[in-house]
């Protein structure tokens, strides 16, 4: 299965300000989801990447909060942009592996205060 | 909207204890992934489901898929303290390419 390095792993931010949120696999994939897990919570897609297009955003989730590049086919980044502290969340990266499964990255911890 | 029932959300047994967790929803699934999440880390998929009435085996714990792939459940046998985590299911449901996840059942077995 895939391997994914996601970082940062955690930070503490400003409201207001932006943070990007990387993510890289060990191999190509077409593929790439971003999820959002409020505190306590189970995992929401946040949108798919694909590379060489416009990420496809969920209902509730718009380009200009949460901007997504996918430059190449193992890199992808999101910005949570304007952050509020309702913004705290884990943001996980994800692909498809193999049509069996899912992998995860380890998750970016953000906490706005 | 495709919708993914979990329950219980939490449960708290003793150690050697049996115990079943639900997903059901109103929608078919293309296949169903059960997967465990440790603090800190992402999900971990534990078993993929494909055909209707499928079981699973992985050492203690029994995955089954319903006849309509509708709903699944997970079985722990003799439950043991490395076993707490948060048990998460998720439908990949036709043609949407994507998971929808339950609200995961957060498990916890005391020593």
């Known amino acids: 299965s895939a391997v994914i390095s996601q970082k940062p792993s955690r930070d503490i931010c400003q409201r207001g300000t932006s943070l990007t949120i990387q993510c890289q696999v060990d191999?190509?994939?077409?593929?790439m989801f971003w999820y959002r897990q409020q505190p306590g919570q189970s995992l929401t897609l946040i949108a798919t990447?694909?590379?060489?297009?416009?990420?496809?955003?969920e209902s509730g989730f718009v380009i200009d909060k949460f901007p997504i590049s996918r430059p190449n086919l193992t890199f992808s980044t999101l910005t949570v942009s304007n952050m509020s502290p309702e913004d705290s969340s884990i943001y996980l990266c994800?692909?498809?592996?193999?049509?069996?499964?899912?992998?995860f990255g380890s998750g970016t911890r953000l906490t706005v205060v | 909207t495709q919708l993914l029932e979990q329950s219980p959300q939490f449960l708290s047994i003793q150690e050697g204890e049996n115990l079943t967790v639900y997903c059901n929803s109103s929608?078919?699934?293309?296949?169903l992934q059960w997967y465990r999440q440790e603090p800190g880390e992402g999900p971990v998929l534990l078993v993929t489901?494909?055909?209707?009435?499928e079981v699973k085996k992985l050492k203690r714990l029994t995955f089954q898929f319903g006849d309509a792939r509708k709903d699944s459940s997970l079985h722990i046998t003799a439950a043991q303290p490395g076993d707490t985590g948060l048990y998460l299911c998720?439908?990949?449901?036709?043609?949407?390419?994507?998971?929808?996840f339950g609200q995961g059942t957060r498990l916890t077995i005391n020593p």
């Open positions: 929608s078919v699934f293309s296949s």
């Open positions: 994800s692909v498809l592996t193999g049509g069996l499964g899912y992998t």
């Open positions: 489901v494909v055909t209707g009435g």
């Open positions: 191999s190509q994939v077409t593929m």
């Open positions: 990447a694909n590379q060489g297009s416009e990420a496809t955003y």
């Open positions: 998720a439908g990949d449901f036709q043609g949407a390419q994507k998971l929808v």
